[in-house]
């Protein structure tokens, strides 16, 4: 495991030109983030959080200033070169899931692979994504469709996708926005579980509660960073779980 | 990325949804069985007429007897009656590589035997038509020369004839036939030779010595027609303008004056009637193309609507690694797969139809390989073409916003 910092923002601008208005999105972001931290970057709409998380996910360019991930700068690279840093070293997890539908998990969980530069047989793509699968709580289903699982599940699916291609950073945008408080903290569960064996995670949220499961939060607003401070009270997961009637406790399918 | 590995992804995008997959490759299968049927009719019609026209024989010269003019009006062929047996005796004589010569005298006229009578058609011809037409024997022997310098009471006649009055049950050789109250004795039976391209029916014929035609039933002095027979292929326009001069010669036909024969060859015929299937088939084969193409526009729609309806997918692609030459290629490899599997299909079912339509409508026809290869070539063709388009536009989807669309 490499030490230091992963992700290094260093005074980042975005504006947008929508008609004649410029809209100053990000003015001016600062923010370096290290190795294994579990992050919540939080804020109301409008305060541009969703333009950094799109610009940390490498899916935008900061209009100024620079970003280094995993010491390589990444401001200036073009559409191709982008795509295949999130490939590599970024994994997405959505509001929505975004899970190809009427395809079973495990090809759901091989998408990422198939566009990586290794060329893998079908076996191997397998093993892999039935790895990943097994790592947050799927085993079994991996022939499931979408359609044949909760929302919870296929949250979880979105993560195995995530992580197959063994990212320097899961960036995770309002992963529990679409899910009830119950599945939510299941879901804060293996993100903190995940922090636990080291991996890096930033996570989009407006839940103060949910924000209190990560290890750091980030508070924007205007565009810009205005809190920026270690979570002292942290959830834990498993704990708060067992807090929660067993009544509610998931039927199996 | 490989490209093995965008053939996977395209292949799994079309598994999952079978049913859109089959019907926008239908109109493909459609077109393309369509072409496929409708050139093996139009080249069946062509090879059936060649066949006919090759059943004429190899290397004939027909010289018809021309028209006559009388008060501004024509008769056709044969009405003048300007042939006479000297002329076809000169053209034996004097025309090289000529190497058979059939005089012929025609009508159709009542034939009996027993109790039995039929109108079929009587031909009067030398002992060489036979050879000329390449028109063996299916029992019995033919007439010889020698009837033919005596004008004996024989003829040959042909199956559906024999059948009409004989039956099917009995041979018709050594019997006789009545003709004009003349009995003729039948020295054999033609093998079946099927319906000319203009729609006679060959077999439904008796032919005799042109001498015996001419003296005992027929009458007159004039030929209907020469049947002239060169050696080589190659001889033929020689030939062909040496009769001509030859007869002009022989009927003091002045410079300038129209001749009163025609002189035509095998090829002319073939000419005049390959034209006439050719422009069947261009028809058929045309018609059948334009569903072939409002097929592929069927793959651009689908293709449009599938790249609008997969918009969040596709964000979704391009979030995980997926460069805009691999939507580029996932979605041209989809129009392509749906067009090509749709061709091979298409080619099935077009063989399908083929066989169904000459075994249950008699219709001659002809699948070539040519044929096949051109749909398949154009069917893939056709998903490039009309896949591009849906192709480039998914490839330019902003990530971003395409993650975004609801």
Redesign the interface.
Known sequence: MKNGEVVKLIDVHKTYHTGDVDVHAVRGVSLEIQRGEFVALMGASGSGKSTLMNILGCLDRPTSGRYVLDDADVSALDRDQLADIRNHKLGFVFQSFNLLPRTSARENVELPLLYGTRHLTNAQLRGKADAVLALVGLCGREDHHPSQLSGGQQQRVAIARALVNDPEVVLADEPTGNLDSRTSVEIMEIFQQLNDRGITIIMVTHEADIASYARRNVVMRDGLILKDFNVTQRFDAATELEKIAPIDAEAPI | ??V??TI??AL?ALR??KMRSVLTALGIIIGVAAVIAMVGIGNGAKAQVEAQIASLGENIIQVLSGSTTSSGIRSGWGGAGTLKIEDAAAIEREIPGVIAVSEEVFSNMQVAAGNQNWLTRVLGESADYLDIRQWPLADGAPFTPQDVRSANKVCVIGQTAASKIFGDQQSAVGQILRIKNVPFTITGVLVRKGFSMMGVDQDDVVIMPYTSAMKRVIGGAVLRSINVQVSDANQMNAAQQQIISLLRQRHNIRPGQDDDFTVRTQQDIADTATATTKVMTVLLGSIAGVSLVVGGIGIMNIMLVSVTERT??I????????????ILTQFLIEAVTLSSVGGVIGIIFGIGASQILSSYAHWPTLISLSSIIVAFMFSAAVGIFFGFYPARKAAALD??EA?RYE
Request: glycine share 16%.
């Open positions: 990325m490989k093995g590995s996977n992804i799994r999952r949804n969040r997918e964000g979704t692609r391009m979030a995980v690694g997926a460069h805009g030459s691999d990530p971003i993650l």
